[in-house]
């Protein structure tokens, strides 16, 4: 039996696995658009749609923050509510997002 090391795991790396963790996030949004999105019909009471709202959220907050915000988006979105104009918030952190 060969025993293998494990490799260290560096800031580098983390980032690197991170950013894959928001690119598959981000591929399986638009999967959804481009699949049951349109076979579903328009059913989102918001503008922008909600998948759209989770994409630009996952980009602008990272990977972890935008998923939730997404989330939370998705569950606000039912008949009880009333919809409308509701775009992603400002993120004041720009470039430096947490854990993205």
């Known amino acids: 039996m060969i025993l293998r090391r494990r490799r260290q795991l560096t800031p580098l790396r983390v980032i690197v696995k991170v950013i894959t963790l928001a690119w598959l996030f981000q591929g399986l949004v638009l999967l959804y658009k481009k699949t049951l999105s349109r ?3 328009k059913s989102c009471i918001y503008y922008p749609t909600c998948s759209s709202y989770m994409y630009q ?5 990272g990977t972890v923050a935008g998923i939730a915000m ?9 008949p009880l509510m009333t919809g409308g104009f509701d775009p992603v ?5 720009g470039e430096i997002k947490w854990l993205y």
């Open 39 to 41: 076979a579903i019909g």
């Open 70 to 78: 997404g989330t939370a988006r998705i569950l606000r979105c039912n």
């Open 89 to 93: 918030p400002y993120n004041p952190k």
């Open 57 to 61: 959220a996952i980009e602008d907050w």
